[in-house]
């Protein structure tokens, strides 16, 4: 499972530890990401995603997943996300 944002796309990040002496060496930073479950009011269900606390604050902030994947452009979406969102545009759609 690699270490990506399903939402946000946030992934890894290279940089260097510096030591007292000024000394480089290579280190990486990592998202911190946590596995939630969110709730899809348009479908009714619940979706386990692998998000970024960012992005999860992200979601909280635009009034639940729903909203936020109606504003999130496709390209920093997953193949998962990008079904999900999908398929929620069909239920909103039917639903009108």
Known sequence: MSRVCELTGKGRQVG?????????TKRVF????QNVTLLSEALDRRVKLRVST?????????????????????????????KLKREIAKAKA???
């Open 54 to 82: 960012h992005g999860l604050r992200s979601v909280e902030h635009n009034g639940g997943l729903d909203n936020w994947l109606e504003k999130t452009s496709d390209d920093k979406l997953s193949p998962r996300v990008q």
């Open 16 to 24: 260097n530890n510096v030591s007292h002496a000024n000394n480089k």
């Open 30 to 33: 990592l998202p911190n990401l």
């Open 94 to 96: 039917a639903a009108n």
